[in-house]
């Protein structure tokens, strides 16, 4: 049994109750106090409570990676998490149920202790947790900032898909796996055996459909072979909610679209939000329907019965050939009208997303 004692301290907090939300965790050493390790992440919309509980796992988790066998001491300022998880108080909310579960879940019972403390003494995971969600509210990750060093140091904890970070006291578990990686040793090369991977930072890809265009309600083939419409009022407004959503969702650092005009609307929507820019990716550009371009499917299978058949009959067979395009739009993708005049009131989308 480790005689290392670790202090947690475990904070949550949600702009709005619910609203956009994120927590933090530090993970001290029980004697000297040496900071040991941080975690912070923004969640999205949620509770305050869930906010909590989600800092109490990351602030675990990374006290777990330190020495699993350590004695744990958690300190927090709310008052809910302490007595449900010191087993006084019922947890009945099913939000919290599962939340308390995966924390009793991470060290043995009777490891783990928990202590209420007043808020003014729990300003170090207070500070992250509002650190984690004004980063989310730019649109980006919390990044860690270089702990103080002291001997060698501990490898980095992984909390929950939270960013991390952490620094070692000398002696502590790990430090000579440390420095066998900094000078690796004829036996430390030879060794044997599945070490624990490091994967990094897990990479999340939103996928996110334009807006509407007048031919969406009208459900018409609508790809990279026709007029290249533009986002409708509904469309914009579409627009303008997801924007709002991912804002409040965080974590977006980079905005990628299709060159099509409807996909460049909707993007830039999304980025004017985030305050990031957007970058086209021909490869993201849509499929070219031919000759069912700008037709419904009852339209479609009146006038190319077997053309359609065929083609909804096998991936491989393509759509039959529309009639060749204007010279000024022939083999370049885009419309042959360089510039849709805009709506009153709003600037012209072609002319201020063109690429130049």
Same mark, same amino acid.
């Given at each position: 049994?480790s005689?290392?004692?670790?202090i947690?301290?475990?904070?949550?907090g949600s702009?709005?109750?619910?609203?956009?939300?994120?927590? %933090?965790?530090?993970?001290?050493?029980?004697?000297?106090? *040496?900071?040991?390790?941080?975690?912070?992440?923004?969640?999205?919309?949620?509770?305050n409570?869930?906010?909590?509980?989600?800092?109490?796992?990351?602030g675990?988790r990374?006290?777990?990676?330190?020495?699993?066998?350590?004695?744990?001491?958690?300190r927090?300022?709310?008052?809910?998490v302490?007595?449900?998880?010191?087993?006084?108080?019922?947890?009945?909310?099913?939000d919290?149920?599962?939340?308390?579960?995966e924390a009793?879940?991470i060290?043995?019972?009777g490891?783990?202790?928990y202590?209420?403390?007043?808020r003014?003494q729990?300003?170090?995971?207070?500070?992250?947790?509002?650190?984690?969600m004004?980063? %989310?509210?730019a %649109?980006?990750?919390?990044?860690?900032?270089?702990?103080?060093?002291s001997?060698?140091?501990?490898?980095?904890?992984?909390a929950?898909?939270?960013?991390?970070a952490?620094?070692?006291?000398?002696?502590s578990?790990?430090?000579a796996? *440390?420095d066998?990686?900094r000078?690796?040793?004829p036996a430390? &090369?030879?060794?044997v055996?599945?070490g624990?991977?490091?994967?990094?930072?897990?990479?999340?890809?939103?996928?996110?459909?334009h807006?509407e265009?007048?031919? /969406?309600p009208e459900?018409?083939?609508?790809?990279?072979?026709?007029?290249?419409?533009?986002?409708? *009022?509904?469309?914009?407004?579409?627009?303008e909610?997801?924007?709002?959503?991912? &804002?409040?969702?965080?974590t977006?650092?980079a905005?990628?679209?299709?060159?099509?005009?409807?996909?460049?609307?909707?993007a830039?929507i999304v980025?004017?939000?985030?305050?990031?820019e957007v970058?086209?990716d021909?490869?993201?550009?849509?499929?070219d329907?031919?000759?069912?371009?700008?037709? /419904?499917? &009852?339209?479609?299978? *009146?006038r190319?019965?077997?053309e359609?058949?065929?083609?909804?009959?096998?991936a491989? /067979?393509?759509?039959?050939?529309?009639?060749?395009s204007?010279p000024?739009?022939?083999?370049?993708g885009?419309?042959? /009208?360089s510039?849709?005049?805009?709506?009153?009131?709003?600037?012209?989308?072609?002319?201020?997303?063109?690429?130049?």
């Amino acid at each position: 049994m480790s005689t290392r004692r670790f202090i947690i301290e475990a904070d949550g907090g949600s702009r709005g109750n619910p609203g956009p939300a994120g927590y %933090g965790a530090t993970v001290r050493d029980g004697d000297t106090g *040496e900071l040991l390790a941080e975690a912070a992440e923004y969640i999205g919309r949620a509770t305050n409570n869930v906010a909590e509980y989600r800092g109490l796992i990351a602030g675990l988790r990374a006290a777990h990676e330190l020495d699993p066998a350590a004695r744990i001491d958690v300190r927090m300022d709310s008052k809910l998490v302490v007595e449900q998880m010191s087993g006084r108080w019922k947890i009945k909310h099913p939000d919290m149920q599962p939340l308390a579960a995966e924390a009793r879940g991470i060290f043995p019972r009777g490891q783990v202790g928990y202590t209420w403390i007043p808020r003014n003494q729990n300003k170090d995971a207070d500070r992250l947790a509002n650190e984690a969600m004004d980063a %989310g509210k730019a %649109g980006r990750q919390w990044t860690p900032k270089p702990l103080p060093r002291s001997g060698t140091t501990t490898p980095p904890a992984a909390a929950a898909g939270a960013s991390t970070a952490s620094a070692g006291s000398a002696g502590s578990p790990g430090s000579a796996a *440390e420095d066998s990686v900094r000078d690796p040793s004829p036996a430390s &090369a030879a060794a044997v055996g599945w070490g624990q991977a490091d994967l990094g930072t897990p990479t999340t890809f939103v996928l996110l459909r334009h807006g509407e265009t007048a031919l /969406t309600p009208e459900k018409r083939f609508s790809g990279s072979g026709g007029g290249d419409p533009e986002l409708s *009022e509904r469309g914009l407004a579409q627009a303008e909610r997801t924007a709002a959503g991912l &804002a409040a969702r965080g974590t977006i650092q980079a905005v990628v679209s299709s060159p099509l005009l409807r996909c460049r609307q909707t993007a830039q929507i999304v980025a004017d939000r985030l305050g990031l820019e957007v970058r086209l990716d021909e490869g993201l550009r849509e499929t070219d329907f031919g000759a069912f371009e700008g037709l /419904t499917f &009852a339209e479609a299978k *009146e006038r190319h019965p077997d053309e359609l058949d065929a083609w909804l009959a096998s991936a491989r /067979t393509a759509p039959p050939a529309a009639s060749p395009s204007p010279p000024s739009a022939a083999g370049s993708g885009w419309p042959a /009208t360089s510039c849709s005049p805009g709506t009153p009131g709003r600037p012209c989308w072609w002319c201020r997303m063109s690429p130049r």
